[in-house]
């Protein structure tokens, strides 16, 4: 069962608190009081830190949406829909999921938080795991780019997270370089540039693997619904590596 199947109400806002917890409480509190459906989580006790720490970043991720499709003024139904693909197309959501996860991004819609500081707490609960911080980049640049551009002021707002996360502006280069027609994406897939030697690109290979190994980021405690997304980032980084080896010659 997925966080989602654990949500029993809007007190679970206090399981995370700060903007964020404001952000779940608000938005659970409504999904319970309006909906005709509630699911069965068995009984009704307090998340383990492990779900408290799943729960943080499926709100931040959505809450961080939010405020980055409305960064140009009002949140156009296109930047909306963009959204909503991604809940049903990269995290399969079934249809309870979606209205819960909905239900969290137009609250953060609504809300006078900012941006930044729901990066912040994102920041704070997992500046210890870089994968976690490189995900939810590579989250924003998917979602600003679903529908084939990339405005000023949406790269402006991704790359205040990549300042509040202390994430290396190279590193951040190549997943933009990944999301905005690279010449050389197998490359920007593995954060190198075609003139670093093999050995570079091994290292960097073998660093990436172990990073995103299903396994390993299963035992980190990234929200099940997000295993799907971590799981195609690992196997864009197998297959950008075999596509390099070939043009290579890399045994």
């Known amino acids: 069962m997925g966080i989602l199947g654990k949500i029993v109400g809007g007190t679970l806002g206090f399981a995370i608190g700060g903007p964020l917890g404001a952000i779940a409480g608000t938005a659970f509190g409504h999904v319970f009081d309006k909906s005709g459906e509630v699911y069965d989580a068995g009984p009704k006790q307090g998340l383990s830190v492990g779900e408290s720490t799943q729960l943080t970043f499926y709100v931040a991720a959505f809450s961080m949406l939010a405020k980055l499709v409305q960064v140009d003024g009002q949140a156009k139904q296109e930047e909306i829909n963009s959204v909503e693909q991604f809940m049903v197309r990269d995290l399969n959501l079934d249809l309870y999921g979606q209205r819960i996860t909905k239900n969290i991004f137009f609250t953060a819609l609504r809300s006078p938080q900012r941006f930044e500081d729901f990066a912040y707490q994102f920041y704070a609960r997992f500046h210890g795991q870089p994968q976690f911080l490189e995900l939810m980049i590579d989250i924003l640049f998917r979602v600003a780019t679903a529908d084939g551009k990339l405005s000023t002021e949406e790269e402006n707002l991704i790359h205040t997270a990549v300042k509040i ?87």
Request: with cysteine.
């Open 165 to 251: 996360f202390q994430f290396n502006e190279i590193d951040y280069r190549k997943i933009r370089q990944k999301y905005t027609g690279a010449v050389d994406k197998s490359y920007a897939v593995l954060g190198c540039d075609k003139t670093d030697p093999d050995e570079t690109i091994k290292s960097r290979y073998r660093k990436l693997v172990s990073d995103y190994h299903p396994d390993k980021i299963a035992s980190k405690g990234l929200p099940e619904e997000f295993i799907k997304f971590a799981n195609e980032k690992f196997q864009e980084i197998q297959t950008a590596y075999e596509d390099i080896k070939k043009e290579r010659n890399i045994k």
